[in-house]
């Protein structure tokens, strides 16, 4: 697998942030911690890593503008590029022990996504995608899981944070959802949700209230292992509407229909 010079930038952040976050993880009880709403956590280990992650790809590309959870928008001299960055996906799980958490960076060029890497380092796993090139787990190449019926199906979501979204909603979905699966499962880091759609792990993934930090990178990760990514609509105003289905062709239209079901 040939990576690009810009993928190679991106990696090299990622993990760089990602040793910080092992750190970080390794005595998760001595970090400073405060709150963006009642259970919305942000931790020292989230701010060290987008420091992390800033410098490095304003060292490698000091034109192209930025876009990350913890400082916003960074504007750069290049209109056509942007970096889209989650320094820490899955505060809470980190915060908690649970090593389900990752760095995610995407580059956007002219408003499309086109390269994106996503690093748990808890488990060592790297996942890597350019447009048109593939998605890959390390050196294995991706590819979205083949189960065709919903009852053979794991598919993962997410619940907003306290005060932070509908849950009620959320509520009614799961319950149409949860009647047609295999099993539901909420592992905590969007980013990986999509990582693990795109290596089969999961069938499909459906959540709203997203950022675009939290899916640029994923989303890309599961076209390139041949799956589909659409808004709750079918369209590709994910970042828009802040919602997002993804999955392999049948089952992503299959959980489409249920959610739209759902909402009545
Ligand atoms: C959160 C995680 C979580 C999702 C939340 C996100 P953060 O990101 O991805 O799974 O349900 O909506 O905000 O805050 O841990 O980077
Ligand atoms: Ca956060
Ligand atoms: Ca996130
Ligand atoms: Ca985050």
């Given at each position: 697998m040939a990576r690009s010079a810009l993928l190679n930038v991106m990696v090299q952040a990622a993990m760089k942030a990602g040793r910080s976050l092992a750190r970080d993880f390794g005595e998760v009880e001595n970090l400073q911690v405060s709150r963006k709403?009642?259970?919305?956590f942000v931790s020292a280990a989230d701010h060290r890593a987008e420091k992390i992650v800033r410098e490095e790809l304003q060292k490698a590309r000091p034109g192209y503008g930025l876009l990350m959870e913890e400082s916003g928008t960074i504007e750069g001299s290049d209109p056509q590029h942007r970096w889209i960055v989650d320094?820490?996906?899955?505060t809470t799980n980190f915060l908690h022990g649970i090593p389900i958490f990752a760095v995610s960076i995407a580059l956007e060029r002219q408003g499309q996504i086109v390269a994106g890497v996503i690093f748990n380092p808890a488990m060592d796993e790297l996942y890597t995608a350019e447009r048109g090139g593939g998605a890959f787990l390390n050196d294995r190449r991706l590819r979205v899981a083949g189960r065709a019926a919903l009852p053979d199906c794991v598919i993962g979501t997410g619940i907003p944070f306290l005060g932070k979204g509908d849950h009620a909603r959320c509520l009614v979905e799961m319950r149409h959802v949860m009647g047609e699966v295999a099993g539901i499962r909420r592992c905590g880091a969007a980013a990986l949700d999509l990582a693990w759609t795109a290596s089969g792990r999961l069938d499909a993934y459906w959540e709203h209230g997203l950022a675009p930090w939290d899916t640029a990178a994923g989303l890309l990760m599961v076209r390139e292992a041949g799956g589909f990514v659409t808004d709750?609509?079918?369209?590709?105003?994910m970042f828009e509407k802040r919602s997002i289905v993804a999955g392999n062709e049948k089952i992503q239209a299959q959980l489409r229909q249920l959610l739209v079901k759902a909402r009545g």
């Open positions: 709403g009642p259970s919305d320094p820490l996906d899955g709750l609509d079918g369209g590709d105003k």
